[in-house]
């Protein structure tokens, strides 16, 4: 989605920008003044390029938020089903608890084990500890704590994909 909003965004700066040139044309030819009418032209364009690419990045940061809050919510309640619609088809899972060491790991898999992980270790609390992002990339570490009082380090890495964030490795290591 995110995809499309910048992709119309550039569209319209493209347009944008073809318009206020043959505007500023036409009046740098008609006016005396024409370099006074060419630097309004010029911040007008400068305003709308800023605000537009803001709002886009804005839309992108709101998605990666949702998602983060999203997969937050499915571990603090231990749904592993709703937690297996932000997978990758194929993706690392590792929980050490339970000798689980998967470097290539079908989604409907990984759901069936987590889905026994949060049965053998029901959540009490989820809490993120850092989150970053770099190229087309979301990573995250977190604390996970059982009911039964054992806590996991969890390291959630997320790939941009065509539509969405996609979970592409999950870990769950016990402290």
């Known amino acids: 989605m995110f995809y499309a909003w910048t992709f119309c965004v550039d569209a319209f700066f493209e347009i944008e920008f073809e318009f206020g040139t043959i505007l500023a044309n036409y009046y740098l030819k008609s006016n005396s003044n024409g ?17 537009g690419t803001t709002c886009g990045f804005t839309s ?8 983060a809050e999203l997969i937050k919510g499915s ?41 026994n992980f949060f049965k053998k270790y029901p959540p009490k609390d989820f809490k993120y500890g850092f989150q970053g992002t770099a190229s087309k990339v979301r990573y995250c570490t977190a604390t996970y704590q059982a009911v039964n009082g054992n806590k996991f ?23």
């Open 153 to 175: 380090q969890v390291y959630i890495l997320m790939r941009v994909t065509e539509k969405d964030y996609r979970i592409n490795t999950l870990h769950f290591k016990k402290e």
């Open 35 to 51: 370099s006074f009418i060419m630097k309004i032209f010029r911040n007008i364009f400068l305003v709308l390029l800023i605000g």
């Open 75 to 115: 571990i603090k309640t231990g749904n592993a089903h709703t937690l297996a619609d932000h997978f990758e088809r194929n993706l690392e899972l590792v929980i050490d608890a339970e000798r689980v060491d998967f470097r290539r790991v079908g989604e409907a898999q990984a759901e069936l084990i987590l889905k």
């Open 60 to 67: 992108i940061g709101n998605r990666e938020a949702e998602i």
